[in-house]
């Protein structure tokens, strides 16, 4: 319960049925929670930024298509949140139709923009003939398929009784194994307490393009051992030429190293966006250089007063 007693409110891409409920409901005390189920992304996201929701899950990047760029995009530059969390799920499509449909009588397959290409071949060697419609989630298809508007839907098999749908065929992919990574958002909040297993996330933004400006930005994390995991350039909007970059890097902001590394880009760039430390979902520790340990931050520090002081 909230402060005032109600139950926790999670804002997610509805309707229900879709990947993003899913892994909302590995929450913990998430299925006991109040559901917000929303039509796009950044109807998600204004949902908890007006506090009509305390939580919001949304997709990030998938292991086969990579950046969800409406999530990037509005975090970016829209008005802050932050993330405190993530959740890998992995994702296998089923093929939905309304009972007594056959693979010779779709002519029509809908889903999520992000869902088609992850099942292309897929659907070139079983459903040749048939043309792809976008929704704006699979659940969304699998809804349109059941009120007679489209033959087929790709969707998660568990959205088939929701919408009074059979699973004509399933765990349908091009590529074994596919993941998608969810982020766990709140509004701007002090970050959840160190790990020994987090990722942090920021938007740069270049002030001015020069050579090297990007080279300028990767020293900042190169030469304290801070390794990347996802380096995203989007534009800006304010012309062309004008890029922000996402990243994502291993280390929480209260380890010396990041710490550092973010005071050395807020000096490079033009701003900096701090989005969030949380803890990994894959709960990997991360190698630390020699020399990039806190302490030896400490022991530099403590050997650069005593220089100052006069007092070696």
């Not at 319960?1 to 999670?10: F, G, K, N, Q, S």
């Not at 929450?27 to 039509?39: D, M, N, Q, R, S």
């Not at 929701?53 to 990037?72: F, K, R």
């Not at 701090?274 to 931050?297: E, L, M, N, W």
């Amino acid at each position: 319960m909230t402060a005032d007693d109600r139950p926790e409110r999670y804002a997610y891409l509805g309707p229900r049925g879709t990947f993003t409920e899913a892994a909302l409901l590995t929450l913990p005390g998430a299925a006991e929670a109040e559901h917000l189920p929303l039509a796009t992304v950044p109807a998600v996201l204004d949902a908890l930024r007006r506090e009509e929701a305390d939580t919001a899950v949304v997709a990030l990047e998938n292991s086969v298509e990579g950046s969800v760029p409406t999530t990037l995009d509005e975090l970016a530059t829209g008005e802050p949140l932050n993330i405190v969390g993530e959740i890998h799920l992995p994702v296998s499509f089923a093929l939905l139709v309304r009972p007594g449909t056959g693979l010779a009588d779709i002519k029509t397959v809908a889903s999520h923009p992000i869902a088609q290409p992850q099942c292309r071949r897929w659907l070139l060697d079983n459903v040749p003939d048939a043309e792809w419609r976008a929704a704006t989630s699979n659940a969304e298809a699998a809804q349109h398929v059941a009120d007679g508007h489209y033959d087929a839907a790709l969707a998660g098999s568990f959205a088939a009784s929701r919408y009074g749908l059979s699973v004509l065929a399933e765990d349908i992919h091009d590529v074994a194994d596919a993941v998608t990574r969810f982020v766990v958002l709140h509004r701007p909040c002090p970050p959840p307490a160190p790990t020994g297993m987090d990722k942090t996330t920021i938007v740069a933004f270049i002030g001015e393009d020069h050579p090297g400006a990007l080279l300028e930005i990767l020293t900042e994390f190169s030469v304290r051992g801070i390794n990347l995991t996802l380096i995203q350039s989007r534009p800006t909007g304010a012309g062309l030429g004008s890029y922000l970059f996402w990243l994502d890097f291993e280390g929480h902001v209260a380890d010396a190293r990041v710490a550092e590394a973010l005071m050395g880009l807020r000096r490079v760039c033009a701003d900096v966006r701090f989005v969030g430390s949380y803890p990994r979902a894959d709960q990997v520790r991360p190698a630390i250089r020699r020399g990039t340990h806190d302490k030896d931050f400490t022991e530099a520090a403590t050997w650069l007063t005593s220089i100052r002081t006069g007092r070696p």
